[in-house]
């Protein structure tokens, strides 16, 4: 599991771990957590080091891989497109090669709402036009077609997961969200909720949706991480590649989630109006009937109430120190032992 410290990866490792799954962890720690990875082996490394993937393969005796490994950040995209294309198209591609080596044959790939762009208003299926906004976008709709290409080409069985808006955090309060920067809507309005943080501002109450803010479409992490096993076990049946969307197939809109958040907490979440930000299509939701179909999936936690308490619950908790290896991020200046108190 490239990746496998970080908030999806984490997760998905509690629950292949809980299914009897015995995961190996490759992480940077770039943006994870090392104390994130409790149920798997973790190895330090990187995704452009063939040698590394190549070991790891090797020595664990992989059977398939999950890629989680990659730059995130839309707007950081956008300044540093060229550590965007080197970790997540050159990642991939080494990532791709190592598997060619190693005689690994079954991929499932992190990929992204992003690569659809603005989308036309409806739910998205995974046919809708792709036209991504942003070069982290266009790199994630480049590893597609790369994976799809090596797919058809070396016999591997590889699915793309479309996930939507991750979101919460386990139940047991023991892993759960902790990027930084935090761009995610959540995590933001308990921030503002607790007086922590910067001001919090809904960017746009002029859209064409019922309340003026913009839908988004929410899946809880730990729903996520069902999405994995499934597709692992589904891989191979659908053909070399395929794409499939993880969404619940319906929006909760900023104020919504704001109010839950005033809910889950009993206080008032202070926010100001802003400008829209460019780029921000005004809604994004999934139609997730190919999950359901091909996957045979369907979320058990995803209400927006459930996934706001335990997104509070573990900002509430004891969280964990996350000791971030910048050297990896060039762009980053900070000392290497910076260290963010979660
Ligand atoms: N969070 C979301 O809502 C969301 C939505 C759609 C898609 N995704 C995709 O899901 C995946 C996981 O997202 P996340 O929110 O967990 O992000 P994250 O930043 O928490 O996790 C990414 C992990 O990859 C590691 N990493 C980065 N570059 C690496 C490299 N070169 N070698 C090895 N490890 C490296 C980081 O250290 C981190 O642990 C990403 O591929 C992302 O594009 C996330």
């Known amino acids: 599991m490239t990746g496998g410290a970080g908030y999806i990866g984490s997760h998905t490792v509690k629950a ?7 995961p190996v962890v490759l992480d940077n720690l770039s943006s994870g957590s090392r104390q994130a990875v409790r149920w798997g082996e973790f190895v330090h490394g990187d995704i452009r080091d063939l040698s590394a993937l190549r070991e790891v393969m090797t020595t664990f005796n992989i059977d398939s891989v999950i890629h989680f490994a990659s730059l995130i950040e839309v707007g950081r995209s956008i300044v540093r497109p060229d550590l965007f294309y080197d970790c997540n198209v050159g990642g991939t591609a080494s990532l791709l090669r190592a598997m060619a080596d190693s005689g690994v044959g079954r991929l499932v790939f992190s990929s992204t709402a992003a690569v659809y762009g603005h989308g036309d208003g409806s739910a998205l299926t995974e046919t809708s036009p792709k036209d991504p906004v942003s070069p982290y976008g266009d790199t994630k709709l480049a590893c597609e077609r790369m994976i799809a ?8 069985s590889t699915i793309a997961l479309r996930y939507f808006n991750a979101a919460g955090a386990d139940p047991g309060g023991l892993i759960g969200e902790a990027h930084d920067p935090e761009t995610h809507l959540i995590p933001l309005a308990i921030e503002a909720a607790l007086g922590l943080g910067k001001p919090f501002t809904v960017f746009g109450a002029d859209f ?17 991480g069902s999405a994995h096993i499934a597709a692992l076990q589904a891989a191979g049946s659908l053909g070399p590649f395929d794409a499939i969307n993880v969404g619940m197939g319906r929006g909760w809109s900023v104020f919504e989630v704001i109010a839950a958040v005033e809910r889950a907490l009993g206080r008032p979440v202070p926010h100001q109006i802003g400008p829209r930000r460019e780029g921000d299509p005004a809604i994004l939701v999934a139609d997730p009937s190919r999950a359901r179909e091909q996957l045979r999936w369907t979320a058990q936690y995803s209400s927006l109430d459930h996934i706001v308490e335990t997104a509070v619950r573990w900002r509430l908790g004891a969280g964990y120190k996350v000791t971030r290896d910048i050297s990896s991020r060039p762009d980053v200046q900070r000392p290497v032992d910076d260290q963010v108190s979660i």
């Open 149 to 156: 290409a090596h797919a058809k080409a070396f016999g591997l």
């Open 208 to 224: 064409g949706t019922p309340d003026g803010t913009c839908l988004r479409d929410y899946v809880h992490v730990t729903d996520l």
């Open 16 to 22: 292949l771990s809980d299914a009897g799954y015995r």
